[in-house]
């Protein structure tokens, strides 16, 4: 049976400068490799994973269609990734787009529409009642980005222009959008592991809200999982990633059978390891592939 290269990857988990959450499962086999898979960590873009999954139990449930429409409001940051900050005009679009962007293209005005069509409460109650203990999404995109500069102002055009200038500042406590705090956006390893896997056997929601599900992971292009990877392999990930805060989760489709994959990292403040937590997903990643699948594996 093949096995997880366990002291390879705990070397690099020791060696890593801050606090990195690992996970895989080879659904082939069964086999578990976890290292510290329970605790809450700040995953950025990967809650996005949180907001799809309560968009699909809100349509079952007939609370909205994923065919309703929204307008972007002006209380929307238009800071970060995606592709509707470039609209000049408030686009209207469906709850469905909406998602594809926000999956595909880790769009933060697609996914605050979204947080706010919601609610964050909604989300949240979804995740427990799904017994996830250490998933939520407690804020929107624009309100967490914010925060990381102190500040609870309401978003908007002017205020955005202040925190890409550096000049939006506050007294909040802005250690919190680094925290494992259920106040924050955050997520643990055995949670997503979970919730991947029900979403891969087509038994989350319901197996058509699976396949949805999974489709949009699929346009997700990846991160450092596919940096080692031959072009020809699949995944379906979600990525993540601001400065320090690093992490993705989803399948990896090796030859030797589907992977279950998740990678969350918080590195140190030092200003030469803002984004090192990328580095060391792909080096952990390259090291199980090359373990369970030999062939799939390029050098860059």
Partial sequence: MLAFPEQEIDVLIQEFPGTIAVGFKDLQSGTVFL?????????????????????????EKKRLALTDRYRVTDDISRCGTGLLKQCQDNPELSLGDYCRLMMA????????MLINALTPELINQCMEQLGLQHTRTSMTLGAWHYLMRGSVETP???NDELLLAKKLTGDADKTLPYSGSLKNNVASVADLLE?????????????????????????CPGGRFREYLSADIR????????????????????????????????????????????????????IVYQSFAPQSVVHS
Avoid: W
């Fill in 235 to 286: 995944t379906a990930t979600k990525t993540g990633g601001s400065e320090r805060i690093q992490s993705e989760a989803g399948i990896v489709y090796l030859p030797s059978g589907p992977m279950l994959a998740v990678v969350l990292s918080l590195s140190d403040k030092s200003e030469e390891n803002l984004y090192i937590g990328a580095d060391y997903i792909g080096k952990i990643c390259k």
């Fill in 195 to 219: 919730i991947i896997e029900l979403i891969y056997s087509g038994k989350l929601i319901s197996e058509s809200a699976s396949q949805h599900m999974h489709a949009m992971m699929e346009a």
């Fill in 156 to 158: 908007s055009r002017e």
């Fill in 105 to 112: 293209n880790s769009d933060n005005i697609a996914t605050d």
């Fill in 35 to 59: 290292r510290n898979a329970d605790q809450a960590m700040t995953v950025a873009s990967v809650c996005k994973i949180a907001v799809m999954i309560t968009l699909f139990d809100a349509v």
